[in-house]
């Protein structure tokens, strides 16, 4: 595939920016840059289901679900996440990945253990919120440049 993917990624969504290359030039026409949205199903505080105690009851509820398996199920919500966005990027050429936060770090991360498509990668960096144009017109200028 002839296409350069931009990523702008934060916990709650992805947009992949899929800008096609014509020859030697980019080709910038608003429809050869395809912008696909990629929503995440994971939680942002993940509440533990224990009860409120009694008066009299020195200490909280017994019931309150363990730390480490709300972690490992926030944790298996966002690996399917990133797994997603990976599977919509796999055949591009360069990639280059964008956003707010540490959802683009961890992106990377999971990119980092696939060889090939670790050597992908043309560059990362911080960026705030954006509308979709923006987005595209970022993309389309990181790899103009």
């Known amino acids: ?41 994971v939680e942002s505080h993940i509440r533990s289901t224990g009860g409120s105690r009694a008066k009299k009851t020195p200490y909280g509820p017994q019931d309150i679900a363990d730390d480490k398996k709300l972690d490992r199920r926030r944790r298996d919500q966002l690996d399917d996440f990133l797994d997603t966005v990976i599977r919509k990027i796999k055949k591009a050429r360069k990639i280059y990945i964008f956003g707010p936060g540490m959802a683009k770090k961890e992106l990377k991360k999971k990119i980092d253990e696939d060889k090939t498509l670790a050597e992908k990668v043309a560059g990362m960096e911080n960026a705030d919120k954006m509308t979709r144009s923006q987005m595209v017109a970022h993309v389309k200028s990181f790899y103009s440049d």
Do not use: R
């Open 1 to 41: 595939m002839n296409a350069y993917a931009g990523i702008w990624i934060d916990h709650e969504k992805a947009y992949i920016c899929m800008l096609k290359k014509v020859d030697t030039v980019y080709d910038i026409d608003e429809d050869q840059c395809s912008v696909a949205l990629v929503e995440s199903d």
